[in-house]
């Protein structure tokens, strides 16, 4: 389940940028098993801390294990104090051995990290160790880098941008939603704007809910309008930014 500070302004501001000047890391690794090449684990975590710092943007990385599976979260953070924790990924390793287990942990990781913060690092299924396929050395696939998402997905996009909307009571228009992610088109965004997009738009829509429902407690209770919570409240729109 995806958790936040109560504002995200800044971390937004800050992942926008980020998207605008992360340098795609080289895909120097060598998968043995499918003879292909992907990003290794060091390469996604340098190209996020090279630009990642700049802009006050860092990560935090936690294990999770549960029903014979083992996986990585990431817990995106700014210098504001303000954070986005998100699901983790969780995957079952083939052996429960303490090799198969680390194959799975650093897969997971470096996969989550990736989706956090838009890196491509698939080209093949290096974690064919993780997912019995160690014996299948002459398999070639050829996976597109970044591809273009699916109508389903373009569907969910749109629906979420709706949802958004109605949730600032038109405050957040979903063209400006779309402007402040960076989008001019949505058929045409790849696989990892997309993670990063539902990221954002689902904590931007937990944030308008949660503004609504403090404004109709104060409307219930008179006495407390006056109160310094509502000058708060009211300047949480102003910080976190209204596209519109």
């Known amino acids: 389940?995806?958790?936040?500070?109560?504002?995200?302004?800044?971390?937004?501001?800050?992942?926008?940028?980020?998207?605008?000047?992360?340098?795609?890391?080289?895909?120097?690794?060598?998968?043995?098993?499918?003879?292909?090449?992907?990003?290794?684990?060091?390469?996604?975590?340098?190209?996020?801390h090279k630009v990642g710092s700049k802009h006050g943007l860092s990560e935090i990385t936690y294990p999770v294990q549960s029903d014979g599976q083992v996986g990585v979260g990431v817990i995106?953070?700014?210098?504001?104090?303000?954070?986005?924790?998100?699901?983790?990924?969780?995957?079952?390793?083939?052996?429960?051995?303490?090799?198969?287990?680390?194959?799975?942990?650093?897969?997971?990781?470096?996969?989550?990290?990736?989706?956090?913060?838009?890196?491509?690092?698939?080209?093949?299924d290096d974690g064919n160790s993780i997912s019995g396929n160690e014996k299948q050395p002459k398999q070639q696939k050829t996976t597109p880098v970044n591809k273009q998402i699916s109508s389903s997905q373009v569907t969910v996009i749109q629906s979420?941008?709706?949802?958004?909307?109605?949730?600032?009571?038109?405050?957040?228009?979903?063209?400006?939603?779309?402007?402040?992610?960076?989008?001019?088109?949505?058929?045409?965004?790849?696989?990892?704007?997309?993670?990063?997009?539902l990221n954002m738009l689902n904590a931007w829509k937990k944030a308008y809910e949660k503004k609504a429902k403090e404004d109709a407690a104060n409307q219930s209770d008179p006495i407390e309008e006056k109160e310094e919570p509502k000058v708060e409240q009211e300047s949480i729109l102003d910080r976190y930014g209204n596209p519109k």
């Not at 800044?10 to 992360?22: D, H, I, P, R, Y």
């Not at 995957?91 to 956090?116: E, F, H, M, V």
């Open 76 to 124: 995106i953070t700014h210098s504001s104090g303000q954070y986005m924790k998100l699901p983790p990924i969780l995957l079952k390793p083939d052996k429960n051995t303490p090799q198969g287990i680390g194959s799975a942990t650093t897969y997971a990781r470096r996969y989550a990290l990736s989706a956090a913060f838009g890196i491509a690092s698939e080209t093949d």
């Open 160 to 197: 979420l941008l709706i949802k958004v909307s109605e949730a600032s009571k038109g405050a957040a228009t979903p063209d400006g939603l779309l402007s402040k992610l960076n989008i001019k088109n949505i058929e045409y965004i790849n696989t990892d704007q997309y993670g990063t997009a």
């Open 1 to 48: 389940m995806l958790e936040t500070s109560e504002q995200l302004n800044e971390l937004f501001k800050a992942m926008a940028e980020f998207q605008k000047e992360v340098e795609q890391p080289k895909k120097d690794a060598d998968n043995p098993f499918f003879k292909s090449k992907y990003v290794p684990l060091e390469n996604v975590i340098d190209a996020i």
